[in-house]
């Protein structure tokens, strides 16, 4: 066990250590032709919209509600 930490020591002891240093794993690429139709696109955006909508939704009555909580307070 000394052993590993001698051996540390002397690897960075007065050496600098880049502190964003970051272990990267590399994946295969599978399929680079995931090209998708217009049909299909079209549809995943019509799903995001009515998700924005829902979001915004809820954003409001989350605001109203703050409004209507911070009003009694």
């Known amino acids: 066990?000394?052993?590993?930490?001698?051996?540390?020591?002397k690897r960075f002891t007065g050496a600098w250590f880049s502190t964003g240093w970051v272990e990267v794993e590399t994946k295969a690429v599978e399929d680079t032709n995931n090209r998708k139709n217009v049909v299909k696109l079209q549809?995943?955006?019509?799903?995001?919209?009515?998700?924005?909508?829902?979001i915004n939704l809820k954003k409001l009555r989350l605001s109203n509600l703050a409004t209507m909580y911070g009003d009694l307070g």
């Open 1 to 9: 066990m000394s052993d590993l930490y001698n051996d540390f020591e």
């Open 43 to 54: 549809s995943e955006l019509a799903e995001i919209e009515e998700r924005l909508e829902d």
